[in-house]
């Protein structure tokens, strides 16, 4: 470790600036998020709020930190000489020889803040292992910190011993009453947390979305989510790699589903999320897609209401915008498709052939209208059949997407009378979506697109 990354409180302390352009500009910025008393020297008179001169040197002598900007290395090392008049610790933006100390890539999240620091060696790296970290600590941990920061008074004084108070902590950090002050609603948190101080740790259920496979479409909330579950109970079609990012010693219940082969009963899934619920767990359903799109997640729902369990809901990409986006087939277009719907071409009852889709045939025949089929491979010909003879063209265009967004991704564009025959010829193995509407017909297989231009660039 080149340096030490410090924590330096700035309350009742102050704090001189002296500088000009750009990286004044920045450091102002910076260090009016903190709640220092700042004075401010802008020699070439160009920083607001400034004294439009060099300092004096008792203006510094009550310095707790200076900080010395300017793009210009003459203009730095006047201003680091005056600096030295005082016994402040220094940092010359940028010039890590004149400098004291660096000022770390700051990810800043309220009471929370994190320092990313390289000793001033590779700032960029600094940058870069900011950006990772950002997404990791999403925005609304600032709540989470104000709660903390209001709160840890009161629990130094019921638990003056510190062990005790870290295992309180502990709790609390993964409790629903920081899920209340992730969203802001700080007193709330702060009253459920005192309540639930001294009661035993109640579980809860999280139905997630994992999206339609890519692990970069997990949500920052999945993601963080999966980092603290106790236990995870999880589908068929999570992508691959997104159990990766789970918690290392989360147990984990595979309850995947085939079509007609149902692995684990709806009903024994229940039962399952709300034993471990009861055993105090933070229970992850972890569902393809979103918990709400033909996920069954509002059945889970009602049988964990049933049982008086706390469930909440985290959002996922679904299949139709995961596959749309990966096509680039936009499901609207003001020209092509002024309306979309999702359908499941699954009977409830698993049998399609004797009991047809109950669905409004003539509204989904409408032209101009973008029809997305959740698991409709084994019906697509029950599907063609009553679109076309409800009045869709023959030739309207057809996209099927199967295993979308995954690596091993594979699309078939065809037209509503061919759907079925060309499914039975190459029948999908993965998950597959269908895409009706003219719409289907803007898909450019980029493969396909190349070979043509090399063609026409060889003629
Ligand atoms: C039980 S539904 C679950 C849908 C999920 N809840 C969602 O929001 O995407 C399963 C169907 O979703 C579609 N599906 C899910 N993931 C897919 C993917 N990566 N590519 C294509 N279709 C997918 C397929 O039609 C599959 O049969």
Not at 41 to 49: K, N, S, V
Not at 236 to 263: C, P, Q, T, W
Request: glycine share 6%; charged share 20%; hydrophobic share 45%.
């Amino acid at each position: 470790m080149l340096a030490l990354p410090l924590s330096w409180p700035l309350e009742n302390r102050q704090v001189v600036l002296i500088g000009a352009g750009a990286w004044a500009t920045r450091k102002l910025t910076l260090l009016r998020r903190t709640p220092a008393t700042l004075h401010l020297f802008a020699p070439l008179a160009d920083l607001a709020d400034a004294l439009p001169r060099w300092p004096q040197p008792a203006e510094l002598a009550d310095a707790a930190l200076i900080i010395v900007a300017f793009e210009d290395r003459a203009m730095a090392e006047k201003g680091a000489a005056l600096a030295r008049t005082s016994r402040a610790p220094l940092n010359v933006v940028d010039f890590p020889d004149l400098s004291d100390f660096h000022v770390p890539a700051i990810i800043d999240r309220g009471s929370l803040s994190i320092g990313v620091a390289t000793g001033g060696t590779a700032p960029v790296l600094a940058r870069e292992t900011r950006r990772k970290i950002e997404a990791a600590v999403p925005p609304s941990e600032t709540h989470v910190a104000a709660f903390a920061t209001a709160l840890s008074p009161r629990l130094r004084e019921i638990f003056p011993n510190t062990d005790d108070r870290r295992r309180v902590w502990e709790t609390l950090l993964q409790s629903p009453a920081a899920e209340v002050a992730r969203t802001g609603r700080i007193d709330e948190a702060l009253a459920l947390a005192l309540s639930h101080i001294d009661a035993p740790r109640t579980g809860v259920v999280h139905l997630v979305g994992a999206g339609p496979g890519d692990p970069e479409l997990l949500t920052l909330k999945a993601l963080r989510l999966l980092s603290e579950a106790d236990v995870i109970v999880y589908d068929r079609l999570v992508g691959d790699g997104i159990m990766d990012l789970a918690r290392r010693d989360a147990d984990r219940f595979y309850v995947g589903k085939e079509r007609s082969n149902h692995s684990v009963p709806q009903a024994q899934i229940h039962e399952l999320l709300v034993e471990q619920a009861r055993l105090g767990k933070r229970v992850v359903r972890l569902k393809g897609g979103d918990p709400f799109v033909f996920g069954r997640g509002g059945e889970e729902v009602e049988a964990l209401r049933q049982a008086g369990i706390d469930v909440h809901i985290t959002p996922g990409v679904t299949a139709a915008l995961g596959c749309a986006a990966s096509a680039a087939v936009p499901l609207t277009h003001r020209d092509h498709a002024q309306s979309v719907t999702f359908i499941t071409g699954h009977a409830k009852d698993g049998d399609s052939e004797n009991n047809p889709l109950m669905l409004d045939w003539s509204a989904l025949s409408a032209p101009h209208h973008t029809l997305v089929v959740y698991m409709g491979v084994a019906t697509a010909k029950i599907i063609s059949d009553k679109l076309m003879s409800h009045g869709r063209m023959p030739d309207t265009p057809v996209l099927v997407i199967e295993n979308g967004t995954r690596r091993n991704e594979r699309r078939m564009q065809v037209s509503l009378c061919t759907l079925a025959d060309a499914l039975h010829a190459t029948p999908p193995e993965g998950p597959a979506l269908v895409i009706i509407g003219e719409v289907a017909g803007l898909y450019q297989d980029t493969a396909a697109a190349v070979i043509t231009e090399t063609l026409r660039i060889n003629a």
